[in-house]
């Protein structure tokens, strides 16, 4: 799949924007306290979790910044391990996938398309008939400019698909060290791959665990 592709699925992105550098800040929400807040309301709610450091603790060893203030505890925003907040790469993270998903066994093939379709790949090409029905629709009516949107719902089927996944990511590192791996830049060997992923899988579980949401915003 072109590199353009990856980057249209999101809607918002664009390979302009991407090239020129596109943040990302990753938050878990408590659904029913943004949706109870006025409409026109959410957005500035959303941003002030994502970008307001007044409320927050400081990052913890999990990676995790939780609000101090008691009025603020419907919120986690994630720190991506080694990534300085960057959105290339989530972005090459999924060339990754597309360059070694042909020799995963397909159990973890499935899983992992789908765990990255509902994420941060949304709506990849192979994930198509049967399986796209699992894949939903990524809008967000928050008024907020949003990178990726998972409901609680989509969380658990997410998480689902992680569980399966986890345990068989190290079959990778052979094909990845071979298909995958590049000199330098983003994601460039399997450590990298897997501990992104991990991350990843460390939003998905805390969200499900909480029945809450996922929202990554755009800055």
Not at 39 to 59: I, P
Not at 63 to 79: L, N, V
Not at 165 to 190: M, S
Request: charge should be negative.
């Amino acid at each position: 799949m072109p590199a353009a592709i990856h980057l249209l699925t999101f809607g918002t992105v664009g390979p302009i924007l991407v090239e020129m550098g596109v943040d990302i800040e990753v938050l878990i929400v408590d659904w029913e306290r943004v949706e109870a807040a006025p409409a026109s309301r959410r957005g500035d709610l959303l941003h002030e979790a994502a970008f307001g450091d007044e409320s927050s603790g400081g990052l913890d060893e999990a990676g995790w910044i939780w609000p101090s203030a008691a009025d603020a505890g419907w919120y986690g925003r994630y720190a991506f391990r080694n990534t300085l907040g960057s959105y290339k790469p989530h972005f090459w993270a999924g060339e990754r996938w597309e360059d070694v998903r042909d020799f995963a066994d397909p159990g973890l093939r499935t899983a992992l398309d789908h765990f990255a379709s509902l994420l941060f790949w949304q709506g990849l090409a192979y994930v198509a008939g049967e399986d796209a029905k699992d894949i939903p629709a990524q809008e967000c009516p928050w008024g907020v400019e949003q990178l990726l949107w998972c409901s609680p719902g989509d969380v658990s089927t997410i998480s689902r698909s992680w569980a399966q996944a986890q345990p068989e990511l190290d079959t990778l590192r052979e094909p990845f060290a071979e298909h995958a791996a590049v000199p330098r830049g983003w994601i460039c060997d399997f450590e990298s791959f897997a501990e992104f992923l991990v991350g990843w899988g460390e939003v998905v579980v805390e969200a499900d665990r909480r029945g809450w949401g996922i929202v990554g915003l755009r800055c």
